[in-house]
């Protein structure tokens, strides 16, 4: 870490008209960085430490390399790419940060006195041992060890009571995944990353709850669909606003249930229901409808089959004839429900 490095950032950068984004970018570049300006810390590190999005991050510092903070060189490890070197520009913070600072201080650092040289990477001194996690002098040319593979042994920062808040109905949500779709999904990363990021967007325990629910309305009965179901798809942000709208519709209407790909009410009948139907015939000509504890449509189509006679046609008709009167009364029931 250069303690240097990041006094220059926090004088100078903010106050030179950079975005607070980038301005906590190279902050922690300075962070990572000698006192050369040399790091390579990974846009997936920054990204997590700032909790910020990945292209985020790329996009904030390929601004800065453009208007010459900073400047980046590409590395390859093997058949793969890894991190960026990056070389901050000592010498623009150095003096953004001067000319920042209050006529006092600035007269107390004598900068003509400095040797130039201490800020150009290209003559720093052999000498130089400092070499932190992820940062560093020039990976290619004095580190032995590639940075990828070097551990951060820095201790995690301690959670804020928001990020502990967060955590927990975390873990309440995936207590109803699992309770509602009969799953074993443990807490961990994996298991709660999704869902602690759209809670920290404000998304409420309710709208996620909600979309839970729904989802199992609506793909629990289809093995094929269980994929859709986990919480690493489930909370995606790029589908989970999709979801919780169509969630908040399905709720307004009552919670209707997925039959056969078709939303139906509580307590309504699908005109499709053939088993039901079919069940309730022969309850009919056996004249056993009583003991069966019997819906409101069945009573009604048994009403309607006894005024047509239906016990004395021929079993061709008489089947037809009851699918019919089954068809008509579902529908007719469905439509006063709606009313």
Known sequence: MSTKLSSYVWDGCAAAGMK???VAIMARLAD??????????????????????????????????????????ARRKGNRNASNVYRLNVQKLQAAAFAHLPVSDASESDTSKSDASKFDGSKSSKKSSFHPPESGGDPSVNSKQDPSEVKDSR?????TDREVEITDLAKQVLTHLNSVTGSRYQVSKSSLENIRARLGEDFTL??????????????????????YLRPVTLFQISKFPGYLQSATKWHAAGRPENVDGKWVKPGEVPVGDTTERDAAYKRYMSG????????????????????????????????????????????????????
């Open 155 to 159: 201790q995690p920062a301690a959670q």
């Open 32 to 73: 990572f960085s000698s006192d050369d300006g040399v790091c390579w810390p990974s846009i997936e590190t920054i990204a997590r430490q700032l909790g910020a999005g990945p292209s985020t991050v790329r996009t904030a510092i390929a601004k800065l390399e453009t208007d010459g903070w900073l400047t980046r060189t």
């Open 288 to 339: 056993t409808i009583s003991q069966a504890k019997p819906s409101e449509l069945e009573l009604r189509v048994g009403k309607a089959a006894s005024a047509a006679n239906l016990r004395k046609q021929s079993p061709s008709f008489a089947i037809s004839r009851w699918n019919s009167i089954w068809k008509e009364q579902a529908q007719l029931g469905n439509q006063g429900a709606a009313a």
């Open 20 to 22: 607070l984004s980038s």
């Open 206 to 227: 309710e709208d996620l709850t909600l979309v839970v629910d729904y989802s199992q309305a609506k793909w629990g009965a289809d093995i094929k669909m269980a994929e």
